[in-house]
């Protein structure tokens, strides 16, 4: 299984993928946890080049890909091809939302670079943590450049990840975590894994 994990800024996708870890490890389900950008060396030193520095939005797209292309060919890959779930924090579905929706790049040139990158894999089952902008912003704890776009920023990437969720219903779960603690969300994708457990 390749699980991938998206939504705007704070909306707790990094704890949702630290207790899920967790329950998985009690039942014995072999995994990887990952992240995008990052997971390997070189992509984590692109990672802090996207969240840090101001560039145009056409170099922010290409530093994902070629970051995108580094971790799918030496992390998931080889986690998949050895039988391991994959779990990933952010994948294809965030550079749409964010470099698409948000940016304005077109969607169809971004579709054809996260194919190229992600040797045309999409993941099995992507959960979409659907969390109002403002709250998220408020609990956001990893200060970047992402951030500091703001509220407007972020409801154009939200709406993207909707529109994105509403045309690939089969592989989407939308989660709605306004209300939920941690615990309720991780039984939530809990519940949707069990068939494949």
């Known amino acids: 299984m390749f699980i991938t ?27 990887l946890v990952t992240r995008e950008p990052g997971g390997t060396r070189t992509a984590e030193e692109i990672r802090k080049i996207i969240l840090n520095e101001e560039m145009d939005p056409l170099t922010e797209l290409f530093l994902y890909e070629a970051a995108r292309a580094e971790h799918f060919k030496t992390t998931i890959a080889p986690a998949l091809k050895q039988g391991n779930w ?72 939200r709406k993207g990840f909707l529109e994105i969720a509403k045309k690939e219903k089969k592989r989407f779960r939308v989660i709605r975590v306004t209300d939920l603690d941690p615990e309720q969300v991780c039984e939530k994708v809990m519940r949707a894994l069990r068939k494949h457990l």
């Open 5 to 31: 994990f998206e939504g705007t800024e704070g909306c707790g996708k990094s704890t949702l993928i630290r207790n899920l870890s967790t329950r998985l490890q009690t039942l014995g389900v072999p995994h």
């Open 86 to 157: 994959v779990l990933c924090d952010r994948f294809t579905d965030s550079t749409l939302a964010y470099q698409g929706y948000a940016r304005g790049i077109q969607l169809p040139m971004i579709r054809t670079l996260n194919r190229i990158a992600s040797q045309r894999r999409s993941p099995d089952l992507t959960f979409f943590l659907d969390l109002p902008v403002e709250i998220g912003l408020s609990r956001a704890s990893d200060p970047n450049r992402f951030e500091r776009e703001g509220v407007e920023f972020q409801k154009k990437v």
